[in-house]
Protein backbone atom coordinates (compact mmCIF):
# COMPACT_ATOMS: atom_id res chain seq x y z
CA UNK A 1 0.00 0.00 0.00
CA UNK A 2 0.91 3.59 -0.88
CA UNK A 3 0.37 6.55 0.90
CA UNK A 4 1.15 10.08 -0.75
CA UNK A 5 0.93 13.13 1.27
CA UNK A 6 2.29 16.78 0.53
CA UNK A 7 -0.72 17.91 -1.26
CA UNK A 8 -0.96 22.25 -1.11
CA UNK A 9 -1.63 25.38 -3.03
CA UNK A 10 1.42 27.43 -4.05
CA UNK A 11 1.93 30.51 -5.89
CA UNK A 12 4.56 29.94 -9.03
CA UNK A 13 8.22 30.25 -8.10
CA UNK A 14 7.49 28.17 -5.20
CA UNK A 15 8.56 24.74 -4.00
CA UNK A 16 7.09 21.76 -2.65
CA UNK A 17 7.70 18.27 -1.32
CA UNK A 18 5.64 14.86 -1.56
CA UNK A 19 6.22 11.98 0.16
CA UNK A 20 4.98 8.52 -0.62
CA UNK A 21 5.18 6.12 2.31
CA UNK A 22 4.99 2.27 1.13
CA UNK A 23 3.67 -0.15 3.82
CA UNK A 24 3.40 -3.83 4.24
CA UNK A 25 6.67 -4.67 1.65
CA UNK A 26 10.28 -4.60 1.17
CA UNK A 27 10.21 -1.07 -0.52
CA UNK A 28 13.96 -1.26 -2.06
CA UNK A 29 13.33 -4.25 -4.40
CA UNK A 30 10.69 -1.87 -5.53
CA UNK A 31 11.40 0.64 -8.37
CA UNK A 32 9.41 4.13 -7.69
CA UNK A 33 7.93 6.63 -9.60
CA UNK A 34 5.58 9.80 -10.03
CA UNK A 35 3.24 10.52 -12.15
CA UNK A 36 0.75 13.16 -12.79
CA UNK A 37 -2.32 13.86 -14.11
CA UNK A 38 -3.98 17.40 -14.92
CA UNK A 39 -7.81 17.35 -15.75
CA UNK A 40 -8.89 16.08 -18.96
CA UNK A 41 -5.18 14.74 -19.82
CA UNK A 42 -4.01 11.52 -19.77
CA UNK A 43 -1.36 10.16 -16.79
CA UNK A 44 1.63 11.34 -16.84
CA UNK A 45 5.65 10.67 -16.53
CA UNK A 46 7.13 12.87 -14.15
CA UNK A 47 10.22 11.02 -12.66
CA UNK A 48 11.66 7.23 -11.38
CA UNK A 49 14.17 5.95 -9.29
CA UNK A 50 15.53 2.80 -9.29
CA UNK A 51 15.72 -0.06 -6.30
CA UNK A 52 18.40 0.95 -4.44
CA UNK A 53 18.43 4.59 -5.50
CA UNK A 54 21.07 5.03 -7.67
CA UNK A 55 19.65 5.86 -10.91
CA UNK A 56 16.89 8.50 -11.98
CA UNK A 57 15.32 9.83 -14.28
CA UNK A 58 12.70 13.15 -15.29
CA UNK A 59 10.31 14.17 -18.02
CA UNK A 60 11.96 16.91 -19.67
CA UNK A 61 9.02 18.90 -18.42
CA UNK A 62 10.63 18.99 -14.67
CA UNK A 63 14.22 18.19 -15.35
CA UNK A 64 16.25 20.63 -13.69
CA UNK A 65 13.29 21.47 -11.28
CA UNK A 66 12.30 18.55 -9.38
CA UNK A 67 13.98 15.83 -7.48
CA UNK A 68 13.10 12.44 -6.80
CA UNK A 69 14.68 10.18 -3.68
CA UNK A 70 14.02 7.51 -1.17
CA UNK A 71 14.87 6.47 1.90
CA UNK A 72 14.41 3.07 1.85
CA UNK A 73 15.09 2.02 5.53
CA UNK A 74 12.00 4.68 6.22
CA UNK A 75 9.96 3.25 2.86
CA UNK A 76 9.74 5.74 1.60
CA UNK A 77 9.96 7.98 -1.87
CA UNK A 78 10.15 12.26 -1.60
CA UNK A 79 9.51 14.19 -4.78
CA UNK A 80 10.77 17.90 -4.34
CA UNK A 81 9.57 20.33 -6.43
CA UNK A 82 11.25 23.59 -7.26
CA UNK A 83 10.77 26.56 -9.36
CA UNK A 84 6.76 25.51 -9.69
CA UNK A 85 4.65 26.35 -12.38
CA UNK A 86 1.12 26.73 -13.13
CA UNK A 87 1.47 23.76 -15.86
CA UNK A 88 2.76 21.65 -13.08
CA UNK A 89 -0.71 21.57 -11.54
CA UNK A 90 -2.42 18.27 -11.57
CA UNK A 91 -3.04 15.37 -9.31
CA UNK A 92 0.43 13.47 -8.55
CA UNK A 93 0.57 9.64 -7.79
CA UNK A 94 3.23 7.53 -6.42
CA UNK A 95 3.84 4.27 -8.31
CA UNK A 96 6.27 1.30 -7.66
CA UNK A 97 6.56 -1.80 -8.96
CA UNK A 98 9.12 -5.02 -8.23
CA UNK A 99 9.22 -6.48 -11.73
CA UNK A 100 9.04 -3.30 -14.33
CA UNK A 101 12.15 -2.90 -16.57
CA UNK A 102 14.10 0.22 -17.50
CA UNK A 103 12.95 0.71 -20.46
CA UNK A 104 9.36 0.62 -19.26
CA UNK A 105 10.18 3.09 -16.59
CA UNK A 106 7.91 6.18 -18.11
CA UNK A 107 4.74 3.49 -18.88
CA UNK A 108 1.88 4.08 -15.89
CA UNK A 109 0.60 0.76 -17.32
CA UNK A 110 3.55 -0.79 -16.14
CA UNK A 111 3.54 -0.23 -12.07
CA UNK A 112 1.64 -2.69 -10.44
CA UNK A 113 1.17 -0.38 -7.31
CA UNK A 114 -0.31 3.19 -6.95
CA UNK A 115 -1.04 5.61 -4.20
CA UNK A 116 -4.64 7.94 -3.68
CA UNK A 117 -3.34 11.15 -5.32
CA UNK A 118 -2.38 14.25 -3.82
CA UNK A 119 -3.51 17.37 -5.58
CA UNK A 120 -0.80 20.09 -6.20
CA UNK A 121 -2.28 23.46 -7.66
CA UNK A 122 -0.08 26.42 -8.88
CA UNK A 123 -1.21 30.16 -9.54
CA UNK A 124 0.17 32.27 -11.26
Known amino acids: QLQASGRGLVQAGDSLRLSCAAS????????AAWFRQAPGKERQFVAV????????DYADSVKGRFTISRDNAKNTVFLQMNTLKPEDTAVYYC???????????????????WGQGTQVTVSS
Open 24 to 31: GRSFSNYV
Open 95 to 113: AADASIIWSSRTLAAKYAY
Open 49 to 56: IIRYGGST
